[in-house]
């Protein structure tokens, strides 16, 4: 087992978070439930290392540019993209006048008693707040995007299947924040990339991990610039990243926070400034998957494996290339 590996076996629970070190002058916000709850005795569950975050129709819109007088409102209506202009848009316009807004919601406390408080979560905010400063980000209660490049939302917490989140007294879909950022609630923010981190369990199965022959060759085997205006997806431009597959736990050290926000801040800090974010995203998924793991009595030990869907229709670079 490598050193790292091994480490990740000292504290073992599943995601959760909390920023109770932030000064007050942090341009990043951690948004965190006030609620005190008592923590009571620890269960062996619970006081293992590492544990697991998990709590117990497209309308189409359509044209009929045979009724329009092309000629008199040619500037008025969308118009499709040739073929040869399709280059023109390949990466996202990053030189607005700030980053981007980044809101960080750490929940450590529940009122649910059926809900662990989730120890290590205050070191995943820390890292976390740290790397997006580190790019530019900050946090202001605004509706108008204008003078921004992109948004980046970030849920720290348990999960349950099916896609649904907790709050520190309630529970809620992932589908109903997605809502309230599509490009027709919020118009500043169409053509603009909108980044989507959960870090939450999405089920109760652990990923037991199988053994892969590795030999010296091979790996593992198993916004626009132009003033013309278009017709674009309201769902266009999201990227949603989820440490772990639907149905599966995510796993987070009491000490050192989870596998996935730690590890993604890694790539994010060595990368940021010459790689586009799905690049960053997929080294993300490799570190994970190639170099987290339990051991338990399986051959391939409890692993896991962050998963992400993405409608970018440009390359996302934070910074002009070096």
């Keep these: 087992m490598s050193e ?34 008592k923590p009571g005795d620890l269960t062996e569950d619970d006081a293992s290392p590492i544990v697991t975050d998990s709590g117990p129709t497209l309308q189409a819109r359509y044209h009929d540019r045979g009724s329009f007088n092309l000629e008199s409102i040619a500037n008025s209506i969308p118009t499709v ?117 959960f870090q939450a369990c999405r089920g109760m199965k652990q990923d037991e991990g199988v053994n892969a022959l590795r030999n010296a060759t091979s790996s593992v085997t198993t916004d626009s610039d132009s003033a013309r205006y278009f017709s674009l997806p309201t769902t266009a431009d999201f990227l949603f990243l989820y440490s772990s597959m639907e149905g599966y736990v995510s796993h987070r050290s009491t000490t050192k926070g989870t596998w996935f926000i730690q590890d993604f801040c890694t790539e994010l800090k060595k990368d940021a400034r010459s790689k586009d974010m799905l690049s960053i995203v997929t080294n993300t998924l490799k570190r994970v998957a190639l170099t987290r793991f339990i051991e338990t009595d399986h051959p391939g030990g409890w692993q896991q494996m962050p998963v992400f869907m993405s409608t ?4 996302l670079y934070f910074y002009d290339a070096q």
């Excluded at 504290?11 to 709850?37: K, Q």
């Excluded at 996202?92 to 009122?111: D, P, S, V, W």
């Excluded at 939302?153 to 907790?166: L, R």
């Design 81 to 197: 993209i040739d073929e040869d202009e399709l280059e023109k848009y390949s990466r996202y316009k990053m030189n607005h006048g700030k980053r981007g807004i980044a809101l960080i919601f750490n929940n450590e406390k529940f009122k649910d008693d059926k809900l662990k408080q989730r120890l290590g979560t205050t070191e995943d905010g820390r890292v976390l707040r740290e790397t997006l400063e580190g790019i530019g980000f900050e946090v202001l209660a605004i509706e108008d995007h204008s003078n921004h490049d992109c948004l980046l939302v970030a849920f720290m917490t348990h999960g349950k299947k099916g896609g649904e989140i907790c709050a520190s007294d309630d529970s809620f879909k992932v589908e109903e924040v997605f809502e309230k950022f599509k490009s027709d609630k919020v118009p500043t923010l169409a053509g603009k990339p909108k980044i989507f981190l």
């Design 312 to 315: 970018l229709t440009r390359f």
């Design 4 to 37: 790292e590996s091994a480490k990740d076996t000292e504290n073992p629970e599943c995601d959760e978070t909390d920023g109770d070190n932030l000064d007050s002058g942090s341009s990043i916000s951690l948004i965190n439930n006030p609620d005190e709850t």
